[in-house]
């Protein structure tokens, strides 16, 4: 079998040490000129691989195609090329731990940090792996440079071999994904798929076909603005009830602090203002339909309780959707699923689908109508300096990519059962992407809850 941790290292390290962080503040599309510096560099080298239909669009994203050498579904592959705004990303230097002894890891730029495998169970599993890190002043960018590896080396390899048989692959690599801007509404057309996957999760063996569902919302508080010195009856803070609206929401639960699994939060990321108007920024999540349309019931209850208590001010708020659960498309058409499970299976994976409390593009792309779930690439301790990830993980992420190119071929097209005029997708010979062993045990417990 190729080795690839080589090529994956070589490719992870010169595209970490390139700067391309999202700004959530900007307006512009890609948020950040800077993230074009990596789609340059990904066109050249795609057109230099000789992939064809290369392609920067005007929304900031590389697409390409790898020519199909057999029938089957048209296949997407996505990763993100912008890191996350959270943490210094400026100057990233990445570097090779080769066969990391087990022990802790130090930072040259950071004495007081480390990483031991006491903290962090899953490192502890990869002694004799090559990892990388960055050396602890900024985040490493894995998350999803390692994405982009993954599928640039699969492309090589892919592009090197014709004989390997596989339909035709469309490569998206998109920017803004972190700021939750990363689906552009052009882009489930110009990828031109049957279904794809994202290159985005964590852990080996991680197949996510479930996230959040989001809203997002926005309160703002009109008090009354007079001169304190003759306030006396007249004046109406805007902060003493934007304080008020807070002190009444649930603190002990639903928040993203006392909630996990499966359970949702209303959680307020930002206030801003004066006496005269305060604004409050929330975001609200839960993993049904329902139950965010209870969390936005409730937020709105307390902005009229608390309006009540002040007639003269003015309370209103603002609830603005933002991404929906995948799991309610995926269920209705378990191919991209299906056949994700039985590539892993192929190489010996135990696979689980561990529902995500948060979104992917791949959220935004499957609500759009490109069914999309999410795979994982190995990275760990993202967004932050502890970041690290092990070339060998990366390895088997790219030979997922590749298993799933090659069982889809082959597979015929036919009109989807489910939803008959959405759009065309495959059932391919059943032999080869059924699923006979089922769910992992997780996917068991998650339908018992359900
Ligand atoms: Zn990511």
């Known amino acids: 079998m190729t080795d690839f941790t080589t090529e994956l290292t070589d490719r992870l390290t010169r595209y970490c040490a390139i700067d391309s962080q999202s700004d959530a503040d900007s307006p512009t599309s890609p948020s950040t000129a800077i993230q074009l510096d990596m789609q340059r560099l990904l066109v050249d080298e795609l057109t230099a691989l000789g992939a064809q239909d290369v392609q920067l669009t005007p929304y900031g994203a590389v697409l390409a195609t790898i020519p199909g050498t057999a029938a089957g579904p ?9 890191t996350a705004p959270q943490f210094n990303a400026t100057n990233v230097k ?9 022990g802790a890891i130090t930072y040259p730029d950071d004495p007081t940090l480390t990483l031991t495998p006491e903290a962090f169970p899953y490192l502890a599993q990869k002694q004799g792996h090559d990892l990388i890190t960055a050396s602890g002043l900024t985040l490493l960018g894995a998350d999803d440079k390692a994405g982009v590896a993954i599928l640039m080396t699969a492309a090589r390899h892919l592009l090197d071999n014709p004989d390997l048989p596989r339909p035709t692959l469309r490569l998206a690599f998109t920017p803004d994904e972190e700021i939750g801007r990363g689906v552009d509404a052009q ?5 031109g ?15 996510e076909d479930e996230t959040f569902s989001a809203d997002g919302a926005t309160v703002v508080i009109k008090g009354v603005s007079i001169h304190p010195g003759y306030a006396t009856g007249k004046l109406v803070s805007a902060i003493h009830l934007a304080g008020k609206l807070i002190q009444t929401l649930p603190q002990a639960t639903m928040t993203p602090e006392t909630t ?3 359970e949702g939060f209303i959680h307020a990321t930002d206030m801003k203002g004066s006496a005269a108007e305060m604004k409050i ?14 969390k936005g019931a409730l937020l709105r209850q ?7 208590t002040e007639p003269r001010a003015e309370i209103t708020c603002t609830i603005t959707p933002q991404y929906r659960n995948m799991r309610y498309w995926l269920e209705a058409d378990r191919t991209p699923v299906d056949l994700a499970y039985a590539s892993a299976r192929d190489l010996g994976l135990d696979p689980v689908s561990i529902p995500i409390r948060g979104g992917t593009d791949g959220s935004r792309l499957t609500e759009m109508g490109v069914p999309c779930p999410n795979l994982f690439t190995g990275m760990q301790n993202i967004h932050g300096p502890l970041e690290w990830i092990s070339a060998q993980d990366m390895q088997v992420a790219t030979r997922l990519c590749l298993a799933i190119a090659g069982r889809a071929a082959g597979g015929e097209r ?22 006979p062993g089922g769910r992992g045990r997780i996917w068991k417990v998650v339908q018992e809850i359900l």
């Open 187 to 191: 882009l489930p057309k110009d990828l």
């Open 74 to 82: 048209t296949i997407g592959f996505l990763a993100h090329v912008d």
């Open 193 to 207: 798929v049957d279904f794809a996957y994202t290159f985005d999760g964590g852990k080996v063996g991680e197949i």
């Open 302 to 308: 307390v902005c009229e309780a608390v309006a009540a």
């Open 414 to 435: 036919s009109v989807c059962r489910h939803d008959p005029g959405r759009r065309q997708h495959v059932v391919a010979d059943p032999a080869k992407t059924t699923n």
């Open 260 to 262: 996990e699994g499966r």
């Open 94 to 102: 990445p570097r090779v731990i080769k066969g990391y002894n087990g």
């Open 281 to 294: 920024t929330f975001i609200l999540r839960d993993f049904e339909r329902e139950g965010l349309e209870a």
